[in-house]
């Protein structure tokens, strides 16, 4: 990681040089900075040199401060935490727990101290929290129908699940594979995005198309509102940056599944 930092800042005079930077503001360390492109491929290189922030990630954190500017005093669950904007939300709210999924540890105990919970059947209270957060996760979740519809049984009332995931627009959603009874079965080619706690990496199950909020609400009625934002300033540009809202209604007293 020192390595990778090193380089990045090494190669600011020549992004400099080739007109691959922009002035504007990063959402995650809020601050002041230089975007860097230190590539085509902006979703994963369009760096904060300071936080080290993606777009995606400095696109979530503007909705959360956006929509919930009191967030640091909300009860707050995030599956599968990953990179600077967890990290930042981790150290600014006291109220935040996180968890990682391991296939074979069950839900609520500790795995090398880590807190284990399978979103399709979590060991948490029902309404324990206010705000629920995934990064990236929901592509990867085996029975989706199952784990939007406990997030919404955690929630609270009026709580609400956001998220980032790949959306594919002008497509409707494709299921890549499926869960039986010995295993996995593959209905596409299997693809892989890389994973944090595992080094085989993680199946994509699911391409979201346009009908992911009639799906969220048909499974777990929750009602989910779009974000989506291209702006330099913020440095925001690039593929798959769209932010989601789902919102568990204010006399929701359990999930209708
Ligand atoms: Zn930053």
Redesign the pocket.
Known sequence: MIRQRVKIFLAIPRLILTGRTNFGY?H??R?K?IFLKTGDWLRDQYL?P????IPRQ?ALLRVLESEFPQWRDLRMHESSPCG?ASEMIRRQCPGYLASQYFPDSPSGSNHDGVRCENLEKMSLNDGEFDLMITQDVFEHVLRPELAFSEISRILKPGGAHLFTVPLYQGRKTVTRAIAMPDGVKYLQEPVFHSNPVDDAGSLVITDWGDDLSDYIATVCGMETEIFSVNDASLGICGEFLEVFLSRKSTTSMESPS
């Open positions: 990063c995650v360390c601050r900075t904060c300071i936080c080290h922030s400095r600077p």
